[in-house]
């Protein structure tokens, strides 16, 4: 299995970065142009349409066509753990349905003075079988523009000068 790692600090307070990346909208915000992202239902864990904050148990569903190539692709998320602490946060999500054939992202918040250090891990099994475990190892190289851009893109939104 592939696991890919991001880390970088934002000039923001834990508690407002939480706060973003607790809402499908910071997914929405995030997400690289690129993916071609569709959020098509969002449901909490009480079968509420459009919750407020993704709680555990919520479930995303949505559709991706990376640089417009191909058909579009289904992908399901499943919030499978949320945990706030005292200085830290995190949350975990599962693909239920994708293009994967595992997927689990966890998305760690620690304080850090008036900043937070965000630091994200995706564990990954590549479609095509066999010849796909020869890719993982490489899977880098896919996932670095995305991540890259979506750390970038919480500085701008929420970083300070």
Not at 15 to 21: A, G, K, Q
Not at 33 to 57: C, K, S, T, W, Y
Not at 83 to 112: K, L, N
Not at 145 to 151: L, T
Request: hydrophobic share 30%.
């Amino acid at each position: 299995m592939g696991t890919y790692r991001r880390r970088t600090r934002v000039a923001a307070p834990l508690d407002e970065v939480w706060s973003f990346h607790s809402r499908v909208s910071g997914l929405e915000e995030l997400t690289p142009g690129f993916m071609d992202l569709r959020v098509e239902a969002v449901v909490g864990p009480d079968g509420e349409p459009d919750p407020e904050i993704l709680e555990r148990g919520a479930t995303i569903r949505m559709s991706i066509r990376p640089f417009g190539i191909g058909p579009r692709q289904s992908w399901t998320s499943r919030i499978v753990e949320r945990e706030e602490r005292d200085g830290s946060a995190y949350f975990r999500d599962e693909m239920e349905d994708g293009p994967f054939p595992e997927w689990e992202h966890t998305h760690r918040f620690y304080g850090d003075g008036a900043g937070t250090v965000i630091v994200d891990e995706v564990r990954y099994r590549l479609p095509g079988g066999p010849l796909g475990g020869l890719a993982e190892p490489f899977g880098d190289v896919g996932f670095e523009p995305m991540f890259r851009g979506r750390h970038r893109k919480t500085k701008e939104l929420l970083g300070r000068p």
